[in-house]
């Protein structure tokens, strides 16, 4: 197998797992605080391949994932498109930042993620009731990537050789 057909696999299966992780069953305490395992795993990759990545990858994924939890179909596709765009556009000084750092970038850009979502939830009148715990997983989400960012970065070397 060529080495962009490993790069391929490799994302498609990331972000496949990522699905499964995002529609999980968990009890309702621990629903709360689920990260935003889709939207990491898609920054990962456009941080680490930019390349490789494209709006097409998140739009498909976002389709994917709107039908995995029985959302708004393009809801997920459009909050994923736009995060690929910013992250994208912004991938090499984001390169340059520590993980510290680019987890807060990345907090900020999800909580932007969560603000169209609300403004969706707003037109078709399902608003959330504690906004507080709307905007959880976002924290959660800067918490885990530096452990995320540092996973990924190992199966990437193991199995692409970059």
């Not at 995002?22 to 795993?41: E, Y």
């Not at 941080?47 to 994932?65: C, D, E």
Request: proline share 5%; net charge positive; charged share 10%.
């Amino acid at each position: 197998m060529t080495l962009r057909g490993r790069r391929i696999l490799l994302v498609n299966l990331s972000l496949l797992i990522a699905i499964a992780l995002a529609i999980f069953p968990l009890p309702n305490w621990a629903a709360a605080v689920r990260p935003d395992w889709v939207a990491l795993v898609l920054i990962y990759w456009c941080i680490a391949l930019p390349m490789n990545m494209g709006f097409s990858t998140a739009f498909i994924f976002g389709v994917l994932l709107d039908i995995a939890t029985g959302t708004l179909l393009g809801q997920h596709a459009l909050g994923l498109t736009i995060v690929s765009y910013v992250i994208l556009k912004n991938h090499s000084r984001l390169r340059l930042f520590p993980l510290i750092q680019q987890g807060v970038i990345i907090m900020l850009l999800l909580m932007v993620k969560q603000l169209v979502f609300l403004w969706i939830y707003g037109m078709t009148h399902n608003a959330p009731s504690n906004m507080w715990l709307y905007f959880l997983p976002s924290v959660i989400s800067m918490i885990l990537w530096p452990w995320l960012f540092v996973f990924m970065e190992n199966i990437r070397r193991r199995y692409l050789n970059i």
